[in-house]
């Protein structure tokens, strides 16, 4: 099997929750949350931090260093820069994008995202070169926020270091990947394979992207994209102390926090009038490219 390493990716600078990555939840940092779940991913076999050089970001490399996790230092503005680079450092073959502000990100959902591209993309005529459980607008979203999981492969990025120009195609790491994908309409069903648990609930779409790039999405049903489970309001932040302060433990599932959420909805009420800010809320030229057929 391919070398798989996650890279999470992580600063201090936050325009809503300065510092997030390092702030306590139940006890230990949020990146600490994070890197705990994605290490129980049997599908990854190295996870690592991915931050910048700036000076701000020393706290971020100091707890690192003082907790024998990997970290590869990078650009502050090309976010894909430094992913390629953290990729080559750590000898990755396939890549795992996760974020430092997903502490309920879920280890399962990484294996069935990492094993459309390392498994199931047998299934089809041609490999896939990149995987997700979402994508942003104006495709549609099926699991809560706080769970996006991309994954590609190595070939991949570099083709996307070596070729992207857009100012948001180096910021946000993808885009160049999936541009103006166009899915085939047709909602594949997927079973279990290979030790990878895929529920009755779980589709997925391929399609090919405005640059050539081979793309599956995985979908879930019943859709509950408007479900905001990241951090980056301390209403946020607030939320997933309860949920930890619930659980008692991390090794809780995405379902889970869903059953709990469904069960004592005023818990969650405390971050509902937060509005979502995409990456396309920044500039319009982030809009992935439509296709003119």
């Given amino acids: 099997m391919p070398r798989t390493v996650a890279i999470v990716q992580g600063r201090m600078g936050s325009s809503r929750l300065p510092g997030k990555v390092l702030l306590d939840i139940a006890g ?27 000076p701000s970001d020393d706290p971020v490399a100091a707890w690192c260093a003082a907790h024998d996790t990997p970290v590869f230092r990078g650009d502050v503005f090309d976010v894909l820069d430094r992913y390629y680079q953290a990729a080559r450092q750590f000898a990755a073959e396939i890549i795992v994008r996760l974020t430092a502000d997903c502490p309920v990100i879920d280890p399962e959902l990484i294996n069935q995202t990492v094993s459309l591209l390392t498994v199931h993309h047998s299934l089809f005529t041609d490999h896939l070169n990149f995987s997700c459980n979402r994508l942003p607008p104006p495709w549609t979203r099926t699991f809560p926020i706080g769970l996006d999981v991309e994954v590609c492969t190595f070939a991949a990025l570099e083709r996307a270091w070596k070729e992207a120009r857009g100012k948001h195609q180096r910021e946000h790491v993808m885009p160049y990947l999936y541009e103006g994908v166009v899915f085939s309409g047709e909602r594949h ?65 995405w379902q889970d926090v869903l059953s709990l959420q469904q069960n004592q909805p005023e818990m969650f009420a405390v971050n509902a009038a937060v509005v979502h800010k995409t990456a396309f809320d920044v500039d319009e030229r982030q809009k992935p490219i439509r296709s003119t057929d």
Avoid: K
């Fill in 28 to 54: 230990q940092p949020m990146l600490a949350r994070v890197l705990s779940r994605a290490r129980r991913a049997r599908t990854v076999d190295l996870v690592a931090v991915a931050t910048t050089i700036d």
């Fill in 189 to 253: 069903p997927l079973n279990t394979e290979h030790g990878t648990l895929y529920t009755e609930h779980c589709s997925l779409d391929t399609g090919l992207s405005a640059h050539g790039f081979r793309i599956a999405q995985l979908h879930h049903d019943p859709d509950y994209g408007s479900l905001r489970w990241t951090v980056d309001t301390p209403e946020d932040l607030e939320l997933m102390r309860r949920v930890y302060a619930h659980f008692g433990r991390d090794d809780f599932s």
